[in-house]
């Protein structure tokens, strides 16, 4: 058996069929800083309750493989000292040492799709590193979402990647990339990354639609879902903003010489004071964002599957 403990609230959703959305928790622990972290992980919680579905953040507390954490335990991570980021390479090592951590978009996967949960939401997903053609620095999230058959909610990828290359990775390993209501792939701060999505849907019932013909295809074999949803206009900032300052923060990280794991948090660290806590506000509205349109897709796909 595999020791997941789901909290009670979501083991019962579960047993009922109701509609359930999987968290990440690196978002918690490496992406944003305390307090806005946990402010942002409640209400993230909240909008996805308002919008009829059951939230469940996943991450690693002492030890534990938590699939739904109490406020107590939320705000325990949010506050915790040094927890370590959490990937499918680390997540054993973790459970077996006792340790806590986030869970990035690739375990969060693994661990949904354990306890059942087919729609995930948050914000922008790992990619194909700049320089991956020296570094081979490309994030495990592109190989779960290969393998493990999750519908990942996001807002693209940063624009601190190489976006070409990770669609094209995308692409390689059979993963649909669906944008939603537009034909651009989003890139996280911005609407717009000027490079267009392989498919397009408008609405969270097709998207539901297409994971439940997706399944009926796993005979074939077949793995996740990305959605990639843009943040809204009034929160975005354009690319052509963004490109000065993730510039900055990329050169900056080179000087200091950051690496593997550390580079992604060290970015959003440094682009949110290069932008005087502005990048942290988008990013906040686009993990929001994010939680109502996977809450939508989770309650059409619950109506889909036969459920209640
Ligand atoms: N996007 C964010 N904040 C984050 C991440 C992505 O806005 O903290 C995290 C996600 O958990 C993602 C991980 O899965 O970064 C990717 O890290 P890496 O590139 O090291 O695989
Ligand atoms: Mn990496």
Redesign the pocket.
């Known amino acids: 058996m595999i020791p997941i403990i789901p909290s009670q609230e979501v083991a019962q959703a579960l047993e009922t069929g109701q509609p359930v959305v999987a968290l990440?928790s690196?978002?918690i622990t490496?992406?944003?800083p305390y307090p806005d972290n946990l402010a942002m992980a409640r209400s993230v919680e909240t909008l996805i309750r308002d919008n009829g579905a059951v939230p469940a953040t996943i991450a690693v507390i002492g030890g534990v493989l938590h699939v739904g954490l109490t406020e107590e335990q939320a705000e325990a991570l949010a506050r915790a000292k040094d927890p370590l980021?959490l990937?499918r390479a680390d997540l054993a090592f973790a459970m077996a040492r006792r340790l806590t951590g986030?869970?990035?978009?690739?375990a969060?996967m693994m661990a949904a799709h354990t306890a059942g949960i087919p729609v995930f939401a948050?914000?922008?997903?790992?990619?194909v590193?700049r320089g991956a053609e020296t570094s081979f620095?490309i994030?495990?999230?592109l190989d779960e979402l290969a393998r493990t058959p999750v519908t990942v909610v996001c807002a693209g990828a940063?624009a601190i990647l190489d976006l070409p290359k990770t669609l094209e990775v995308l692409e390689t390993r059979g993963v649909p990339v669906i944008a939603y209501g537009q034909d651009a792939f989003p890139a996280?701060w911005s609407r717009d990354s000027g490079l267009t999505a392989t498919l397009r849907l408008d609405d969270a019932a097709a998207i539901a639609d297409f994971m439940v013909m997706r399944a009926r295809l796993s005979g074939f074999g077949h793995g996740g879902v990305l959605v990639a949803n843009p943040v809204p206009e009034s929160d975005e900032i354009p690319l052509t903003e963004m490109a000065t300052f993730i510039e900055r923060g990329i050169s900056e990280a080179a000087d200091a010489g950051i690496g593997?794991?550390a580079?992604?948090?060290w970015l959003?660290a440094r682009i949110l004071e290069i932008t005087d806590g502005r990048s942290l506000k988008t990013?906040i509205a686009l993990?929001e964002n994010n939680a109502r349109l996977a809450a939508k897709i989770a309650v059409a796909h619950a109506q889909k599957s036969g459920k209640p």
Do not use: Q
Not at 102 to 106: D, F, L, S
């Open positions: 990440e690196t978002i490496h992406g944003m980021k990937s986030g869970t990035t978009v690739a969060t948050t914000g922008g997903i790992g990619g590193h620095d994030s495990a999230d940063k996280f593997g794991k580079v992604t948090p959003l990013n993990v």
